[in-house]
Structures are given as structure tokens and as C-alpha cells.
T-cell receptor, first 116, second 111 residues
């Protein structure tokens, strides 16, 4: 397997503030990382694809100016939720693509964001 | 990517084999079958994947029918810790694209 970490595991913030979530691949390099969001009792929804050294690709309906993604190295991608509002409260999960004979996505443990 | 169909929920007694089915009748020749699971409030965990041959690892076995239109994930001796939502996903390998998650099967392992 492979290990992907996320920090923080949970965060509570006030409405209007910004929150940064880090995603790290600990034992492999990942050119591509993905960010998902999961609301209660729902499945994971892809937000964006992050490629090292280039701009992220966002899914339809995801505001790129609100969810800033930076993938500055082969082991780190960050998601910044800007001007957070209560409706942004969700479980944010990243994954890193490990390339080999076949590609496998490994997921982080998730970050629970609560916006008051 | 091909669409998959899974039962919404299943029960299994602890210690017995859990057989989770998945239909993917529109699968293409270059699409792999991936299985992940998500334990409550955690990130998804990779289980296994395969193209056409049956696969086995320390977690589970994957049985793919000869026509590749369906597959079964087998947990040989289910434990309470196997209670989770199991996702069957079909995707072209080496595409660089993200996995798209459906609703999965909620497996409850009972004592």
C-alpha cells in the first residue's frame, strides 16, 4: 500500500475566514492528486484534479476562486477554502495517484470542516 | 467510465464470507475493476483491483466473470471491523483520471 496524510483532521472556523488543508503522500511521489468533498450520508464528490507544477482542473460547479489548490511539490497539495460559509462545512478528502504497472489512488483520512 | 450497479446494503455474520456483487455490463476492454471501502468518517481504503483475471491479496479476493460484465468481492472471514461502505468502480488504467464514486454497498457485519 501507500500512505497519504491530511492535516488538520478537523477544523472549526468562523464564517468569512479562510482554512488551509494539507495533503501529503508520505512514501511515494504523486504528480497527480485529487480533492473530494463528502456531505453527510452522501458519496464522495470530486472537486478538482491537482497536477504538480500546473493549475488545477475543477469539476463543474466548483468555484476555483473559492477553493484554491496548490500542488507545489510531488508530495504536497493544499486546498484553501476562502471566505468560508456554513454551507462549506463538509468532509474534505484528498487522494494521491501512485503510478506503477497500474495506477492506484490512495486516500487521506479526511478533514472535517465546520464553519460557524 | 462504465457505470456500476451494487446492492445498497448487505448483512453478514462475523466469521462468514462476505460476497459483494457488482454489475458493470458496459465495461470496456481497457477498463479495470477497482474496489474501495470507506469506514465511517474515514477516507476510502484501497482493497483490490483487476482487469480480467481473478485477484487475491491479504484483504480480499476479486472474482471477475469471463465476460467481465460483473464481479464479486469476497472477504473470506468477515470481522466487525469490515463494516463499511464498499465501492466498485470501473476505470481505464493509466488515464490519470479520478475515481468516480457511486453509492456503494453498505455492509454490516453482525456478531
Amino acid at each position: 500500500g501507500a500512505v497519504v496524510s491530511q492535516h488538520p483532521s478537523w477544523v472549526i472556523c468562523k464564517s468569512g475566514t479562510s482554512v488551509k488543508i494539507e495533503c501529503r503522500s508520505l512514501d511515494f511521489q504523486a504528480t497527480t492528486m485529487f480533492w473530494y468533498r463528502q456531505f453527510p450520508k452522501q458519496s464522495l464528490m470530486l472537486m478538482a484534479t491537482s497536477n504538480e507544477g500546473s493549475k488545477a482542473t475543477y469539476e463543474q460547479g466548483v468555484e476555483k476562486d473559492k477553493f484554491l489548490i496548490n500542488h507545489a511539490s510531488l508530495t504536497l497539495s493544499t486546498l484553501t477554502v476562502t471566505s468560508a460559509h456554513p454551507e462549506d462545512s463538509s468532509f474534505y478528502i484528498c487522494s494521491a495517484l501512485k503510478q506503477g504497472v497500474t495506477d492506484t489512488q490512495y486516500f487521506g483520512p479526511g478533514t472535517r470542516l465546520t464553519v460557524l | 467510465d462504465a457505470k456500476t450497479t451494487q446492492p445498497p446494503s448487505m448483512d453478514c455474520a462475523e466469521g462468514r464470507a462476505a460476497n459483494l456483487p457488482c454489475n458493470h455490463s458496459t465495461i470496456s476492454g481497457n477498463e479495470y475493476v477497482y474496489w474501495y471501502r470507506q469506514i465511517h468518517s474515514q477516507g476510502p481504503q484501497y482493497i483490490i483491483h483487476g482487469l480480467k483475471n481473478n485477484e487475491t491479496n491479504e484483504m480480499a479476493s476479486l472474482i471477475i466473470t469471463e465476460d467481465r460484465k460483473s464481479s464479486t468481492l469476497i472477504l473470506p472471514h468477515a470481522t466487525l471491523r469490515d463494516t463499511a461502505v464498499y465501492y466498485c468502480i470501473v476505470r481505464v488504467d493509466n488515464s490519470g483520471y479520478a475515481l468516480n464514486f457511486g453509492k456503494g454497498t453498505s455492509l454490516l457485519v453482525t456478531p
